[in-house]
Structures are given as structure tokens and as C-alpha cells.
T-cell receptor, first 115, second 112 residues
Framework: DAGVIQSPRHEVTEMGQEVTLRCKPI?????LFWYRQTMMRGLELLIY????????DSGMPEDRFSAKMPNASFSTLKIQPSEPRDSAVYFC?????????????FGPGTRLTVL | GDSVTQMEGPVTLSEEAFLTINCTYT??????LFWYVQYPGEGLQLLLK?????DKGSNKGFEATYRKETTSFHLEKGSVQVSDSAVYFC???????????FGKGTKLSVKP
């Protein structure tokens, strides 16, 4: 089992550029979560999907952020345009769902730096 | 709404000291309860869990007991090691909604 895969692991970009983060969940998992972690705000849930359908996006900071899950094995988080305050580590996690009592499996994260 | 309150850090201990990190929660029903650990530069990984009242989760010398009457899930370890230095997150499940409510995290530093 390869675990949750995220790419890229590090991303450095300039303000105003579009950034796309990618996630491949564990096969068979029904839920996918996107989190953001910063020193100031800690770990924040941005959005989560169940069976590829967005369930709760109330944590998405603003319209510059968007997330998609076109199929069960792939999700993207896009920031357009990016700003320095978006600099953070972004984690993707997946869960088998209720049969696992909500246990989540995290990817290694993408460290985003916006200059 | 559902929430979790976790002991604020940072916590600094000497090697072989006893560790307690307090966690209390408010939730509808009886959620599953989790402790996650994040080592420097890594993602979160499950440390232990308990799925019903009075269950004790344990792993790597860490323990936590699901206390329904006090809605608590305190993390304990009898003798910490330098390698336990990390950030610890308490996280109750949010029932049928499928997600977890993460605490703010407690940073533990263990000195030799």
C-alpha cells in the first residue's frame, strides 16, 4: 500500500501565479480531505469529499481557492492567483469512511512558498 | 457544535518523565476518539484510537482511555524518550459526517 501520495512535495512560486496541488488517495477510500497548516493558524480543514462529491467547503478561505475530485483516485487543490499569505503546508488525507470510525490517513504534505 | 479543547504547549520534559496531555471534547453522541502525532517535517500519523466508552487505546507506550462521563481522552506515557518529541493532536470523529475535529496540537520537547 503506497499510502496517500501528494505532489509536488515543495513548490515555490511568485505572487499572482496559479498553483495546483495534487493528491492520490488510498485505493478504496471514500473520503478525501484537504488541510492547511501554518504556525499561526495551526491545522485547518479546507474541504472534504465523499465519493468524489464535495461535502463541506466552508473552510476554503476565499474564491481564489478551488478543489476538484474528478474521480476516486485523484484530487486537485488550486490557488489562483496565489498570495504570500497562502504560504503553508497543505496536507491531503483519505479515509475508508464509517467502517473505520473516521480514521484518516495523511499524505506527506506539500510545502508551498509564495514569494 | 462539536469541538475539542487540548492542553496548550509547549511542554518540555526530561527523558523518562511522565507525560499527560489533556483533551476534552463536546460532540453529539459518542464519537470515536483519536490521537495523532506529527514528527518534525512530516505529516500526521495515527498514534492510537478508541471507538467506544471505556476503551483504552495504546501504542508505543502511549495510552488514552475514552471517558464518556467526563468527555475526555487524555494522553499519557509513563516514561518519555527524546524520540517522542513531536506535536500531538487530539481528534474526535464527527459521527456520520466522516470527518475529524482536530485540536490545536501540543508540542512536546523531551530533553536528554
Amino acid at each position: 500500500d503506497a499510502g496517500v501520495i501528494q505532489s509536488p512535495r515543495h513548490e515555490v512560486t511568485e505572487m499572482g501565479q496559479e498553483v495546483t496541488l495534487r493528491c492520490k488517495p488510498i485505493s478504496g477510500h471514500d473520503y478525501l480531505f484537504w488541510y492547511r497548516q501554518t504556525m499561526m493558524r495551526g491545522l485547518e480543514l479546507l474541504i472534504y469529499f465523499n465519493n468524489n462529491v464535495p461535502i463541506d467547503d466552508s473552510g476554503m478561505p476565499e474564491d481564489r481557492f478551488s478543489a476538484k475530485m474528478p474521480n476516486a483516485s485523484f484530487s486537485t487543490l488550486k490557488i489562483q492567483p496565489s498570495e504570500p499569505r497562502d504560504s503553508a503546508v497543505y496536507f491531503c488525507a483519505s479515509s475508508p469512511g464509517r467502517i473505520s470510525y473516521n480514521e484518516q490517513f495523511f499524505g506527506p504534505g506539500t510545502r508551498l512558498t509564495v514569494l | 457544535g462539536d469541538s475539542v479543547t487540548q492542553m496548550e504547549g509547549p511542554v518540555t520534559l526530561s527523558e523518562e518523565a511522565f507525560l499527560t496531555i489533556n483533551c476534552t471534547y463536546t460532540a453529539t453522541g459518542y464519537p470515536s476518539l483519536f490521537w495523532y502525532v506529527q514528527y518534525p517535517g512530516e505529516g500526521l500519523q495515527l498514534l492510537l484510537k478508541a471507538t467506544k466508552a471505556d476503551d483504552k487505546g495504546s501504542n508505543k507506550g502511549f495510552e488514552a482511555t475514552y471517558r464518556k462521563e467526563t468527555t475526555s481522552f487524555h494522553l499519557e506515557k509513563g516514561s518519555v524518550q527524546v524520540s517522542d518529541s513531536a506535536v500531538y493532536f487530539c481528534a474526535p470523529g464527527q459521527g456520520s459526517q466522516g470527518n475529524l475535529i482536530f485540536g490545536k496540537g501540543t508540542k512536546l520537547s523531551v530533553k536528554p
